[in-house]
């Protein structure tokens, strides 16, 4: 299964639909990031079409079981590379910065290498990272 979300704009807007448990108006979408109703729209058509949101323009947007998952990989990713920027010697602000500007481009198989190599770490300056059992086991 490939999973591609590929720009940083659709991951904030994941991000932000997750975290608002009550789903959201694409209106909400665009005051929170300064940017135009028409834009967000566009975009939230084609997540709708990739199927991660239930996208019906008369009703807050919501995420999809895989649009879930999705958001949870997306929020493992960015702390596992914040983490490796900041174990790499940068500041956890600045980790946190960069990681956000590459973590698109980044596919899981690397991201489970990175996260190997650090010894399947449980938390970075920005979060909690979520285990994932394909590739930290099952032990506790
Ligand atoms: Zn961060
Ligand atoms: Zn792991």
Redesign the pocket.
């Known amino acids: 299964m490939a999973i591609r979300i590929d720009t940083p704009q659709k991951i904030r807007f994941l991000k932000f639909i997750y975290s608002q448990k009550d789903g959201v108006k694409s209106g909400d979408i665009a005051g929170k990031f300064g940017i135009r109703t028409s834009t967000v729209t566009r975009s939230l058509h084609e997540l709708g079409e990739a199927g991660y949101i239930r996208y019906d323009p008369y009703q807050k947007v919501v995420l999809t079981t895989e649009g879930e998952n999705i958001t949870r990989f997306i929020q493992r990713r960015?702390?596992i590379l914040?983490l490796m920027f900041n174990r790499a010697g940068l500041s956890e602000h600045d980790?946190?910065e960069q990681?956000?500007k590459i973590e698109h481009l980044v596919p899981k198989e690397h991201v489970d290498q990175i996260c190997r190599s650090l010894g399947h770490p449980r938390k970075?300056?920005?979060?909690i990272i979520e285990r994932d059992p394909a590739c930290c086991g099952d032990f506790i």
């Not at 970075?124 to 979060?127: D, K």
């Open positions: 960015h702390r914040s980790a946190c990681a956000e970075a300056a920005c979060g």
